[in-house]
């Protein structure tokens, strides 16, 4: 079992930044791919960006292309999201999950775990 705790949302204005994390505890970690999802008001759930267990591989949102970027150490079982350039369109409760052991990052890949989520506000 892996519980995962997010961290760092808030309100920023549009062309900010904000550094989401993801604290993991229990359960393996480095073996999992790990994933940020986003869900927007009105709006179902969407895949923003993963990362393999070893950090080599990433997977990214079009639309977050060049302005996010996900990273991990897994010696401290973490993993963070750094958002710059954050538009409106940003706004959207994010979520931490982690996949199962040795899966893919794909979007379609089976995320097991959770967080609570963690509100990210932009203000244009």
């Known amino acids: 079992q892996v519980q995962l705790v997010e961290s760092g949302g808030g309100l920023v204005q549009a062309g900010g930044s904000l550094r989401l994390s993801c604290a993991a505890s229990?359960?393996?970690?480095?073996?999992?791919?790990m994933g940020w999802f986003r869900q927007a008001p009105g709006k179902e759930r969407e895949f923003v960006t993963g990362?393999?267990?070893?950090?080599?591989?990433?997977y990214y949102l079009d639309s977050v292309k060049g302005r996010f970027t996900i990273s991990r150490d897994n010696a401290k079982k973490m993993m963070s999201l750094q958002m710059n350039n954050l538009k409106a369109e940003d706004t959207a409760v994010y979520y931490c999950?982690?996949?199962?052991?040795?899966?893919?990052?794909?979007?379609?890949?089976?995320?097991?775990?959770w967080g609570q989520g963690t509100q990210v506000i932009v203000s244009s």
């Open positions: 229990g359960g393996t970690f480095s073996t999992r791919p």
């Open positions: 999950a982690a996949g199962r052991n040795y899966g893919s990052i794909s979007p379609s890949s089976i995320y097991e775990y």
């Open positions: 990362i393999s267990g070893s950090g080599g591989s990433t």
